[in-house]
């Protein structure tokens, strides 16, 4: 595939827009950070003409896939009303009412614009109501990129940044304050015995346990069994919040996200991507005692478009559409998921590529590794990154998108046919890597 018109752009945005792309990550993707010029469905068309089946999907956010009609539909009609408009509206009750309806922790719900700025409510908000200041978060899970909880994030697609190992807590880039961090408490994850022990004997001073539900980031590694109920009962026990951050797993995992799917009901919840369908838009969830700060003014929550008319007619939307005929579109998408994580197991069996392939619902991540299984962060951190980085540039030229680290996602818009052409996209692509 040619990719010219791509590479052309990129050169021209560097001179004006920092680094050439709008968020870092985006900047390792090979052969050139790709140009959009339309999507449609599963499918996303660049600028030289090519043509892809999309997993990438924005890095999650397009459940309905591009340029959903239904969705366009309440887009454009709500922004014929007007954008945002500073006063109250009825899209945010509906939509808060929706919430506290799907998320089984939510009493109540605030409305913010980014994953990133839900996590800091709920960190805010778990200090103010416990009263102590530290909190737990765990090796290969990311929470934003805010300085008080962005630590170094081993990436495949991010440059520059080591692996860490150990229970260090390092920035996650130059230039974050280091201080920022002093309240953080690096734990490895999915570590039983970790936990208990340090919840027992430092809980006095820590405010939250915060968790991705699954290590979406990292590798796409579930909870072992019983872990995810550890965190919930000792939380419970100790009095410190149980943050579940569900920016990825949120609206993908089912309706109510993992909290549902694992029956485990955290305190605060945090939401994004997925919910407003490829429109700027997250909230977080929690019970009664703790949003109350908000409501009593506690506990500060600001942001000039939060809750404007567009997300929260993007987000009714997308809900209103994942809800029908029972939650069909998950069946849908889980099904196609299975049709494809296990061919591509039985690819990698077929071409004697030793690779592993961990799902959950519509969202998996693929690696290239010896390992038998891959259950935790260090065995993650073993595999072959490069390889699939190169795996990936490869894909390109067979006409499927997918992100340089091996996290796939499934719209409710992708079709057999797509998984047909990912097959043997595949297919064509282990023979080359060979
Ligand atoms: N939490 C998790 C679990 C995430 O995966 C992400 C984004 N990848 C965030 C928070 C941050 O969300 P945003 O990029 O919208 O700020």
Redesign the pocket.
């Known amino acids: 595939k040619v990719f010219e018109t791509s590479k052309s752009k990129f050169a021209q945005s560097r001179n004006y827009l920092a680094g050439g792309v709008a968020s870092s990550l985006r900047a390792s993707m090979k052969p050139v950070p790709l140009y959009a010029a339309s999507g449609k469905g599963s499918h996303i068309r660049d600028v030289d003409g090519n043509e892809y089946v999309d997993y990438m999907l924005a890095?999650g956010p397009l459940i309905l896939g591009h340029a959903h009609d239904g969705l366009t539909e309440s887009i454009l009609e709500a922004m014929r009303k007007g954008y945002t408009y500073g006063v109250q509206h009825q899209g945010e009750i509906e939509l808060a009412q929706l919430l506290c309806e799907v998320l089984p922790c939510a009493d109540k719900v605030s409305l913010s614009g980014?994953?990133?700025e839900a996590?800091m409510l709920a960190l805010r908000l778990a200090r103010a109501h416990t009263g102590r200041s530290k909190v737990i978060r765990f090796h290969g899970h990311?929470?934003?990129w805010s300085d008080a909880i962005f630590t170094s994030f081993p990436s495949a697609d991010m440059k520059g940044h080591a692996a860490n190992n150990d229970s260090a807590v390092s920035p996650g880039t130059n230039g974050q304050s280091a201080n920022s961090l002093s309240d953080v408490i690096l734990l490895p994850w999915n570590d039983k015995a970790a936990l208990e022990s340090t919840l027992r004997t430092r809980h006095f001073e820590i405010a939250a346990v915060i968790t991705?539900p699954v290590m979406?980031?990292s590798g796409c590694i579930l909870p072992e069994d019983g872990y995810l109920e550890l965190i919930r009962d000792l939380t419970k026990e100790l009095g410190i919040v149980m943050i579940m951050?569900e920016?990825?797993t949120g609206f993908r995992l089912g309706i109510g996200g993992a909290q549902e799917r694992f029956g485990i009901t955290p305190d605060l919840v945090?939401v994004?991507?997925a919910l407003g369908g490829g429109i700027a838009i997250?909230a977080v969830g929690g019970r009664e005692a703790i949003m109350k700060l908000v409501d009593d003014g506690v506990v500060s929550h600001l942001g000039t478009l939060n809750g404007n008319g567009v997300s929260t007619a993007a987000a009714i939307a997308t809900i209103r559409e994942l809800r029908k005929n029972n939650g069909a579109a998950f069946a849908h998408m889980e099904g196609l998921t299975g049709t494809l994580v296990e061919g591509i197991r039985s690819l990698f069996k077929q071409h004697e590529v030793p690779g592993i392939v961990n799902q959950i619902g519509p969202v998996f991540n693929v690696m290239f590794t010896e390992e038998a299984e891959v259950r935790d962060f260090a065995a993650y951190n073993r595999r072959d990154s490069a390889k699939y980085a190169r795996f990936a540039e490869l894909m390109l030229d067979e006409g499927v998108l997918v992100r340089p680290n091996g996290l796939w996602y499934m719209s409710t818009a992708h079709g057999e046919a797509d998984i047909e052409k990912t097959l043997s996209a595949i297919d064509n692509v282990l023979l080359k890597l060979k």
Do not use: L, R
């Open positions: 890095y980014s994953g990133t996590v990311y929470h934003g991705e979406c980031n951050d920016v990825i945090t994004g991507k997250s």
